[in-house]
């Protein structure tokens, strides 16, 4: 059974949120960021100094950063300085991604909001999902973003040993900080990770189903 959902302070799981240019949209709750990904990166490219990006249409690419030949950039777009997007990436409905981060080959990442340092290192899918500073991601390992696999599709999140519905039925995950994801790992819809959690390589974690399993 669902409760009544708590607010959820994004700048517990990620330090540089209340810093950061979203922080203007910190009353939001992550999966409505997240659903908003496409107005919200069209606001920060409009409040961007003029000649600080390289700028055409909607996306904004910062001269330190590098973009390989065959990556695909859709618009809404913000890629910060020193970051990295190999052949093969696709970005697509409006990202933000801070500096330094990496998004290697055959990476998918939509409508996300990625912190500095963060890695996506090969053959990721992230969808409608925030990423904090320093997180990894293994080759192969997901961020499933819709429950597909049943007539109710409405994300739920697990809030200490509390159930709890978000009324969306898109959100991928919020990962804290430094976070490190293993190889071919499955993380499902509506996934929280405090700061520092290390999840193995070849696991599927779905809360959802441990708030089940706890609730008897």
């Known amino acids: 059974m669902t409760q009544m959902l708590p607010a959820i302070s994004i700048a517990s799981y990620v330090s540089a949120f209340a810093a950061s240019p979203l922080a203007a949209f910190g009353a939001l709750a992550p999966w409505?960021?997240?659903a908003r990904a496409e107005s919200i990166v069209r606001e920060l490219l409009a409040a961007l100094p003029a000649g600080e990006f390289m700028r055409s249409e909607e996306i904004a690419i910062?001269?330190?950063?590098?973009?390989e030949p065959g990556a695909i950039?859709?618009?809404?777009?913000?890629?910060g300085p020193g970051c990295f997007v190999a052949a093969?990436?696709?970005l697509r409905g409006g990202n933000w991604v801070a500096a330094n981060c990496a998004l290697g080959p055959g990476v998918?990442?939509?409508?996300?909001f990625v912190f500095s340092g963060a890695t996506l290192a090969h053959f990721n899918f992230v969808g409608d999902s925030l990423l904090g500073e320093g997180v990894n991601l293994e080759a192969g390992s997901i961020l499933c973003n819709c429950r597909n696999e049943r007539p109710n599709k409405e994300?739920?999140?697990r809030l200490g040993?509390?159930?709890?519905?978000?009324?969306?039925?898109k959100f991928g995950a919020l990962i804290g900080d430094r976070c490190r994801i293993g190889a071919n790992t499955v993380l499902a819809p509506g996934t929280l990770l405090?700061?520092?959690?290390?999840?193995g390589r070849m696991e599927l974690l779905d809360q959802e189903l441990l708030a089940g399993r706890e609730g008897g």
């Open 62 to 67: 910062h001269p330190t950063a590098t973009v």
């Open 32 to 34: 409505a960021l997240a």
């Open 161 to 169: 040993v509390e159930f709890h519905g978000t009324d969306t039925e």
């Open 155 to 157: 994300i739920n999140v």
């Open 194 to 199: 405090p700061p520092n959690t290390i999840v």
């Open 73 to 79: 950039l859709k618009g809404p777009l913000i890629l």
């Open 108 to 112: 998918e990442l939509k409508s996300s």
């Open 88 to 90: 093969g990436a696709y």
